[in-house]
């Protein structure tokens, strides 16, 4: 979906959705499914679509070079069998021509949710427009829907774009543009829920194709400090073992206790929540012109992939700490010597 708020420059906006719902006749898994635009811009929106339009493959769109078909004949049936169920009106294009699979860009004004263009992806150079009071409407209709790969906002408001971003859920975000996160090498790309499963582009192109295998080492010496994990137990084991495995350890209490009633130096008020979201801001707006880059956007704010902390805190409240570097050296110090447990994490 691509939201646009009444704010906008209209030609641009018009100028950059073509781009990116039309290209590859509307084929790609990334285009704007369809439009949710604040009322009052949307007449000058169609006709800012139908300047760039006709600037895009002239007077005949069928005969220009750079409009592609549909790939095959059951996807054109589909696309028409759509075009001819729904109950907006078409207010652009909707030309077809089956013996050459063309299907002219098309825009279908006055959809609702329940139109046969708003059941699933179109994935075809359709594009519905619905039209909403404000744009809290449309973010309702999107999270009653399965999470998209991306999402667009066209907005010139800082307050607009947060409102947007922080109430729905995508596999990306593009401020200001769309289609144009795919080529960004280091700006990670996958969906979420039904949208896809992890991340590839860049370095977590390696990362997703990598297994970090963890390995552990100890010596064959100290053996009577592992009394305390064998059977019999007793109270004392038991108690030893709580605090070595609760307390110390940091598993299971979320606040980082060192079980001496204060909180761990691990427990850092600066952290990242597991549950953020990954999104692209656009430099184009005034209010972002200084966030050109890719970032990692939390609840909280926006933090640098570079600057995110050694510290999660996750979902449930475990707070789990990443080590500096790939090998975490444990030391366990007792009145008289010093045993040492070694774990890495290597790729393969």
């Known amino acids: 979906p691509a939201f646009i708020s009444r704010d906008i420059d209209v030609a641009i906006t018009a100028r950059r959705l073509a781009f990116g719902k039309f290209f590859n006749c509307g084929q790609t898994c990334i285009a704007p499914d ?6 009052g811009i949307e007449d000058k929106l169609i006709e800012a679509f139908k300047t760039s339009l006709q600037d ?8 220009s070079a750079s409009y592609g078909r549909i790939v095959n004949q059951s996807h054109f049936q589909r ?41 699933s992806e179109i994935f075809g150079p359709i594009l519905p427009v619905m039209v909403v009071d404000r744009l809290s409407d449309g973010i309702q209709h999107v999270n009653a829907g399965d999470q998209p790969l991306a999402l667009y906002v066209f907005s010139k408001s800082k307050k607009e774009i947060d409102l ?30 039904p949208s896809g499963i992890g991340n590839y582009h860049g370095k977590r192109s390696f990362d997703v194709f990598s297994h ?48 001496s009633g204060h909180s761990s130096p691990t427990s850092s008020s600066h952290h990242a929540r597991a549950s953020t979201s990954v999104a692209a801001v656009s430099p184009d707006s005034s209010d972002h012109k200084k966030s050109g880059k890719g970032s990692v956007r939390s609840e909280n704010g926006t933090v640098s992939h570079a600057q995110l902390p050694l510290t999660t805190t996750l979902t449930n409240s475990t707070t789990v700490t990443a080590p500096p570097a790939a090998t975490a050296t444990a030391t366990t110090t007792t009145s008289t010597t010093t045993s040492t447990i070694t774990a890495t994490s290597t790729s393969a």
Do not use: C
């Open 79 to 119: 696309l028409k069998g759509l075009l001819d169920a729904t109950k907006g009106k078409v207010v652009v294009g909707g030309v077809h021509d089956e013996s050459d699979l063309f299907l002219s860009p098309t825009i279908v004004l006055g959809v609702d949710a329940e139109d046969k263009l708003m059941e």
């Open 34 to 39: 369809y439009l949710i635009v604040e009322r």
């Open 56 to 63: 895009f493959y002239g007077a005949s769109i069928q005969k």
């Open 164 to 193: 947007i971003l922080d109430n729905t859920r995508s596999g990306g975000v593009v401020v200001n543009d769309a289609l144009v996160q795919f080529i960004v090498s280091n700006l990670p790309f996958g969906g979420t829920g």
């Open 212 to 259: 970090e295998r963890s390995t552990l080492i100890k010596s064959m010496g100290m053996e009577k400090l592992n009394d305390l994990r064998y059977p019999p137990y007793s109270e004392k084991k038991t108690r030893w073992l709580d605090w070595f495995l609760f307390d110390k350890a940091n598993f299971g209490n979320g606040h980082g206790s060192n079980g």
